[in-house]
């Protein structure tokens, strides 16, 4: 079965310091993984998606993720942090059945 | 459209009440999903149209929840004698293809009140 784990429930920065945000998968298959974000009170954004092209995926608003098989991770990251991008953050892994399976958010608050 | 939208955005409604909440994909996208949110959760799947038909409704916790795509473009999900533990914020999404992997797009979702 196809699952992933966000290790951090909520994340703290400060304004202009890097961002990581930790995710392990669990998959039987060659995975696609995704992040989304979610802003207050707007839907999911995608981030970035990784398919097995390159291991190292670059994103929307300076986000990337490197996909690393021998540690099942799909950590994101961004090397300084910004005011907006507060939200809560979605790993993903998508099956060979349609439905995504989501991990259960990171809470990511910057702080001025 | 330019994305895909859900209507109501909001709705309260009292146990034992039916609910019908509507979703309107990306033009041209075959594939649409139906998702559930509970507060503080990841959403969780509830089930799958390829087309006009159903292909996965694995996720649709009881037979009070159903769905249908009837012209393969609009869905309607329905929850009939709402209790409070269906209170969420229920999610559509749609993708252009059914290929593993293809990136779904997320509409607002509607927010389910269960009072």
């Known amino acids: 079965a196809q699952s992933v784990t966000q290790l951090d429930s909520h994340v703290s920065v400060s304004e202009g310091t890097p961002v990581l945000l930790r995710c392990n998968y669990s998959s039987s298959y060659s995975p696609s993984l995704f992040w989304y974000v979610q802003h207050p009170n707007k839907g999911l954004q995608l981030l970035l998606k990784y398919t097995s092209a390159a291991t190292l995926v670059k994103g929307i608003n300076g986000f990337e993720a490197e996909f690393k098989k021998s540690e099942t991770s799909f950590h994101l990251t961004k090397p300084s942090a910004h005011m907006s991008d507060a939200a809560e953050y979605f790993c993903v892994v998508s099956p060979p059945s349609p439905g995504m399976r989501f991990g259960a958010g990171t809470r990511l608050t910057v702080k001025p | 459209g330019a994305g895909v939208s859900q209507s109501p955005r909001y709705k309260v409604t009292k146990r034992g009440q039916d609910v019908a909440l509507r979703c309107d994909p990306i033009s041209g996208h075959v594939s649409l999903y139906w998702y559930r949110q509970a507060l503080g959760q990841g959403p969780e799947f509830l089930t799958y149209f390829n087309y006009e038909a159903q292909q996965d409704k694995s996720g649709l916790p009881n037979d009070r929840f159903s769905a249908e795509r009837p012209e393969g473009s609009i869905s309607t999900l329905t929850i009939q004698r709402t209790e409070q533990r269906d209170s969420a914020m229920y999610r559509c999404?749609?993708?252009?293809?059914?290929?593993?992997?293809?990136?779904?797009?997320f509409g607002p979702g509607t927010r389910l009140l269960v009072l």
């Open positions: 999404a749609s993708s252009y293809g059914q290929v593993m992997g293809e990136t779904q797009y």
